[in-house]
């Protein structure tokens, strides 16, 4: 398996474990790096899940639809030369009216996939991704019955399509998967093509009622501009004036337009339709192995830095905690998951305080403690009117340290490393967080969650000297309150 299928199906197992990774796959991962650990786990964890069956069943699903489709266009290519330009009772062929035939639809449609491809969320319109899964999943009732015998195969199935068609892959999937199917129409229309030129004996001729000569004239200099460097026998000028209807040549002589028209239409044909589509697909399937290689683990998500710190268990940090409640505790001791997160913060001058989605009896632990050290509110973010409102006024106060509130027991996530950059308005900005929790908590999993914190914090350059775990009493009143409001 290589690392683009093996991460994948660490994915995979991620869809199914979601929120928080299991902990019952245990090995010896402290010799290994990140990237290794996070293999050998996923190894351990299909042999319980078998993710890797259905991903390859999706991965046929995909290849069996994508030529499915192409052999419809091969054949709908084919049909249409004898369809739309000859027929057997047939002794003509409207030189002109093949060429728009063939090329016009061709040029439009790049033209179109030009517009879409650069316009980056065209792509993912909810319309197009309905439409796909659901052609997908009309073919899959085609495919082994893998529905009746996971049951996660319904989550898979829509992971694995928003990552082939979303938005990482979908633009270079599917411009490659257009240029492949009209590669194949087009190689039906040129197969097609030679097998009535090689099977009928017919003539070329030009046919208009609003157009004059000199327009079907300009436009086979145009195309025989090609040929002509590369020698190929093609009409000249006087073929195309005498390519009309009742003009009867010698019989040397039209065969030997005959050749040079056929030469000309399957040279158009073949170069200007086909090999670019060929090319265009080639350019995207080389683009999607390239994104294959480039794909990465999203390890700032809430998921993997919990399973991070399962494979790779951060050292306990001597992390600090109000001077204030400190000294009004003296007495308090805890257990030694956690008492080692707890030394004495001199809190900050010039700071301005944001509480990030506390409940209520929370905030106002974290409001009191504000009130200890500032003289400003505390604003709870808890969706984007009041993020806005908190940068913005993080932004009058020109302060140079912003602390943050939260509460230990949440996940920390990329909703939250995401709003602690923005709070850095400033490159001088230096961050600080306080984590509330209960005495009365679980000690372990605060342990585990404290290691979580540490690890995202990282990112955003808060180091162990600025994180304090707060450890809060919980009275009757206290739980009355957070009843009492939800």
């Not at 001088?428 to 969650?449: D, H, T």
Request: contains cysteine.
């Amino acid at each position: 398996m290589d690392l683009y299928q093996n991460r994948l199906l660490t994915e995979g197992i991620r869809i199914i474990e979601k929120p928080s990774p299991s902990n019952r796959f245990n090995a010896d991962y402290s010799t290994l790096n990140l990237t290794d650990a996070l293999s050998k786990r996923t190894q351990l964890a299909d042999l319980r899940y078998q993710v890797s069956p259905v991903l390859l069943h999706l991965q046929q699903l995909l290849k069996f639809s994508i030529g499915l489709i192409c052999v419809i266009f091969l054949i709908v290519g084919a049909s249409s030369v004898s369809q739309f330009l000859v027929n057997e009772s047939g002794t003509q062929i409207n030189f002109f009216w093949a060429i728009v035939l063939f090329i016009a639809p061709n040029i439009l449609s790049l033209i179109i996939w030009s517009i879409v491809y650069f316009k980056r969320h065209v792509l993912s319109l909810p319309w197009l991704a309905n439409l796909l899964l659901s052609m997908l999943t009309l073919v899959d009732k085609l495919q082994h019955k893998v529905t009746t015998k996971h049951i996660h195969y319904i989550d898979l199935f829509q992971y694995y399509f928003e990552h082939k068609f979303g938005a990482y892959m979908g633009r270079v999937q599917l411009s490659m998967i257009s240029h492949l199917w009209w590669s194949c129409y087009l190689l039906g229309a040129t197969l097609s093509l030679f097998l009535v030129l090689a099977t009928h004996q017919v003539d070329f001729i030009w046919q208009t009622t609003i157009l004059s000569e000199d327009t079907f004239l300009k436009l086979t200099q145009w195309l025989t501009y090609l040929p002509n460097l590369l020698a190929i026998n093609v009409p000249t000028p006087s073929d195309v004036s005498h390519a009309s209807i009742g003009i009867v040549n010698p019989l040397q002589v039209a065969q030997e337009i005959r050749i040079s028209w056929s030469n000309l239409l399957i040279f158009s044909l073949i170069v200007y339709a086909l090999l670019p589509r060929i090319i265009l697909m080639l350019v995207f399937y080389q683009g999607i192995k390239q994104k294959k290689k480039n794909f990465q683990l999203d390890l700032s998500d809430a998921y993997y830095i919990q399973l991070k710190n399962i494979l790779h268990p951060i050292g306990k940090a001597s992390f600090i905690s109000d001077a204030d409640q400190h000294k009004a505790n003296p007495n308090n001791h805890q257990g030694k998951e956690t008492s080692q997160y707890n030394q004495s913060l001199v809190m900050p001058e010039n700071a301005y305080p944001i509480a990030i989605e506390l409940n209520q009896r929370i905030l106002q632990q974290a409001d009191k403690h504000v009130l200890k050290h500032y003289s400003v509110d505390l604003i709870n973010v808890l969706d984007n009117a009041s993020q806005q409102a908190a940068l913005s006024a993080l932004k009058s106060s020109a302060a140079e340290h912003v602390i943050l509130y939260v509460d230990v027991n949440r996940v920390p996530d990329r909703g939250w490393l995401s709003f602690a950059k923005k709070c850095q308005y400033k490159s001088n900005v230096q961050l600080y967080l306080l984590l509330f929790g209960e005495q009365s908590a679980n000690k372990a999993k605060i342990a585990s969650r404290l290691e979580d914190w540490v690890e995202i914090a990282a990112k955003v350059n808060i180091s162990s000297q600025y994180i304090s775990y707060l450890n809060q009493s919980v009275t009757p009143s206290n739980i009355h309150q957070e009843v009492k409001n939800g």
